[in-house]
């Protein structure tokens, strides 16, 4: 059986779609979980992190990386087969882009990239298609990286929003192991009746 590493940052709004495909995925892969600073202690409208944390570290059945000495490892060490950031906010993913390693999870991103393990970008990001746009379109052509497809979630309140289907991250990840890109990678809004 295949190592996910399962990062977490700082979308809160999208914790429990991530977490029902971290459930989801725990049946396929063991899972080795991470956080950002961010996720793992900030109580939000959401949820408490506490209650977070716990959550995922019962379907992993691993404590929660969340220093960036707890993710350096990752790739030297061989730790995953493949790197899942779920959520993955607009900041991680700029930073991602910009070789910034100042989060447990940026640092854990870098770690696999540095070896070629796969890394699985799952957006959710209000200014994807703003000032995170030139990181996005970055991250889509850099080797190693896959994008989980992803949509405007709001294209009349939030005109420049984008956010993945998270439904879509266990295929994503699949697919990833083999060097491929889920297509297509940008899909129509969901319309309401």
């Known amino acids: 059986m295949k190592t ?3 990062a977490m940052t700082g979308s809160f709004c999208t914790f ?11 049946h396929t892969y063991h899972i080795l979980p991470l956080m950002s600073q961010n996720a793992y202690t900030t109580d939000t409208r959401f949820g408490k992190a506490a209650d977070w944390v716990r959550r995922v570290e019962e379907l992993s059945g691993h404590e929660v990386l969340h220093t960036i000495v707890q993710a350096e490892p990752i790739g030297p060490k061989g730790l995953v ?12 993913l700029s930073k991602i882009a910009a ?12 770690s696999a990239l540095r070896i070629g393990i796969p890394v699985v970008l799952c957006c959710a990001t209000n200014d994807a298609m703003a000032a995170s746009g030139p990181n996005l379109l ?3 052509n850099t080797k190693n990286v896959y ?6 979630d709001d294209p009349v309140k939030k005109p420049v929003s984008l956010v993945a289907d998270f ?3 266990p295929q994503a990840v ?13 899909l129509p809004p969901q319309t309401t009746v």
């Open 4 to 6: 996910l590493g399962f």
């Open 16 to 26: 429990e779609k991530a977490t029902a495909q971290l459930e989801a995925l725990s």
């Open 81 to 92: 087969d493949v790197l899942a950031v779920a959520p993955c906010t607009g900041n991680t």
């Open 99 to 110: 070789g910034i390693t100042d989060t447990p999870v940026t640092m854990g991103v870098k």
């Open 138 to 140: 970055r991250l889509l």
């Open 147 to 152: 994008l989980v497809p992803l949509r405007q």
């Open 167 to 169: 439904t879509l991250l």
């Open 174 to 186: 699949s697919l990833a192991l083999e060097g491929k890109q889920l297509q297509p990678v940008f």
